[in-house]
Nanobody, 114 residues
Framework: QVQLVESGGGLVQPGGSLRLSCVAS????????MAWYRRTPGQERELVAG????????DYADAVRGRFTISRDNAKNTVYLQMNDLKFEDTSVYYC???????WGQGLQVTVSS
Protein backbone atom coordinates (compact mmCIF):
# COMPACT_ATOMS: atom_id res chain seq x y z
CA GLN A 1 0.00 0.00 0.00
CA VAL A 2 1.37 3.34 -1.06
CA GLN A 3 1.63 5.90 1.71
CA LEU A 4 3.02 9.41 1.90
CA VAL A 5 2.98 10.73 5.46
CA GLU A 6 3.92 14.37 5.84
CA SER A 7 4.84 16.09 9.10
CA GLY A 8 6.28 19.37 10.34
CA GLY A 9 3.83 22.04 9.25
CA GLY A 10 2.55 24.80 11.46
CA LEU A 11 2.42 28.50 12.17
CA VAL A 12 5.52 30.62 11.80
CA GLN A 13 6.30 34.32 11.69
CA PRO A 14 7.66 35.96 8.56
CA GLY A 15 11.38 35.32 8.31
CA GLY A 16 11.08 32.13 10.29
CA SER A 17 11.89 28.56 9.34
CA LEU A 18 10.15 25.21 9.20
CA ARG A 19 11.30 21.75 8.20
CA LEU A 20 8.83 19.43 6.55
CA SER A 21 9.31 15.67 6.42
CA CYS A 22 7.63 13.01 4.32
CA VAL A 23 7.98 9.30 4.97
CA ALA A 24 7.13 7.17 1.97
CA SER A 25 6.24 3.51 1.71
CA UNK A 26 4.80 1.06 -0.79
CA UNK A 27 6.97 1.98 -3.77
CA UNK A 28 10.61 2.13 -4.79
CA UNK A 29 11.48 5.36 -3.02
CA UNK A 30 15.20 5.25 -3.71
CA UNK A 31 14.54 5.04 -7.46
CA UNK A 32 11.95 7.80 -7.49
CA UNK A 33 12.08 11.50 -8.24
CA MET A 34 10.52 13.07 -5.16
CA ALA A 35 9.00 16.49 -4.87
CA TRP A 36 7.16 18.90 -2.64
CA TYR A 37 4.09 20.67 -3.93
CA ARG A 38 1.80 23.28 -2.47
CA ARG A 39 -1.76 24.27 -3.07
CA THR A 40 -3.23 27.59 -2.06
CA PRO A 41 -7.02 28.11 -2.20
CA GLY A 42 -8.03 29.39 -5.60
CA GLN A 43 -4.77 28.37 -7.22
CA GLU A 44 -3.44 25.34 -8.99
CA ARG A 45 -1.19 22.97 -7.11
CA GLU A 46 2.40 23.91 -7.92
CA LEU A 47 5.68 22.08 -7.69
CA VAL A 48 7.86 23.78 -5.09
CA ALA A 49 10.98 21.61 -5.16
CA GLY A 50 12.11 18.28 -6.57
CA UNK A 51 15.06 15.96 -6.10
CA UNK A 52 16.42 13.13 -8.17
CA UNK A 53 16.96 9.70 -6.74
CA UNK A 54 20.57 10.11 -5.70
CA UNK A 55 20.24 13.78 -4.78
CA UNK A 56 22.45 14.67 -7.73
CA UNK A 57 20.07 17.30 -9.02
CA UNK A 58 17.43 19.46 -7.43
CA ASP A 59 14.77 21.71 -8.91
CA TYR A 60 13.08 24.73 -7.36
CA ALA A 61 10.26 27.05 -8.21
CA ASP A 62 11.50 30.57 -8.78
CA ALA A 63 9.48 31.80 -5.80
CA VAL A 64 11.40 29.63 -3.32
CA ARG A 65 14.85 29.28 -4.86
CA GLY A 66 17.50 30.34 -2.38
CA ARG A 67 15.14 29.99 0.60
CA PHE A 68 13.99 26.38 0.45
CA THR A 69 16.18 23.28 0.33
CA ILE A 70 14.97 19.81 -0.57
CA SER A 71 16.90 16.76 0.58
CA ARG A 72 16.33 13.05 1.00
CA ASP A 73 17.50 10.07 3.01
CA ASN A 74 16.98 6.95 0.96
CA ALA A 75 17.82 4.72 3.92
CA LYS A 76 14.82 6.20 5.76
CA ASN A 77 12.52 6.58 2.73
CA THR A 78 12.19 10.22 3.72
CA VAL A 79 12.25 13.49 1.83
CA TYR A 80 12.64 16.83 3.58
CA LEU A 81 11.93 20.44 2.80
CA GLN A 82 13.84 23.02 4.79
CA MET A 83 12.05 26.33 4.47
CA ASN A 84 13.88 29.46 5.55
CA ASP A 85 13.01 33.14 5.39
CA LEU A 86 9.34 32.28 5.10
CA LYS A 87 7.04 34.88 3.58
CA PHE A 88 3.32 35.51 3.83
CA GLU A 89 2.89 34.14 0.31
CA ASP A 90 4.35 30.78 1.37
CA THR A 91 1.15 30.12 3.31
CA SER A 92 -0.33 27.03 1.73
CA VAL A 93 -0.96 23.32 2.12
CA TYR A 94 2.20 21.38 1.30
CA TYR A 95 2.29 17.86 -0.08
CA CYS A 96 5.01 15.44 -1.02
CA UNK A 97 4.75 13.08 -3.95
CA UNK A 98 6.86 11.45 -6.56
CA UNK A 99 6.88 11.66 -10.34
CA UNK A 100 4.91 10.00 -11.79
CA UNK A 101 2.30 11.07 -9.26
CA UNK A 102 0.76 8.79 -6.69
CA UNK A 103 -2.31 9.41 -4.57
CA TRP A 104 -1.91 12.54 -2.48
CA GLY A 105 -1.29 12.41 1.26
CA GLN A 106 -3.11 14.51 3.80
CA GLY A 107 -0.92 17.55 3.27
CA LEU A 108 0.51 19.98 5.77
CA GLN A 109 -0.83 23.42 6.55
CA VAL A 110 1.95 26.00 6.66
CA THR A 111 0.81 29.41 7.81
CA VAL A 112 3.12 32.42 7.79
CA SER A 113 1.64 35.15 9.93
CA SER A 114 2.71 37.84 12.32
Amino acid sequence: QVQLVESGGGLVQPGGSLRLSCVASGFAFSNSYMAWYRRTPGQERELVAGIRRNSENTDYADAVRGRFTISRDNAKNTVYLQMNDLKFEDTSVYYCNRLPLLSWGQGLQVTVSS
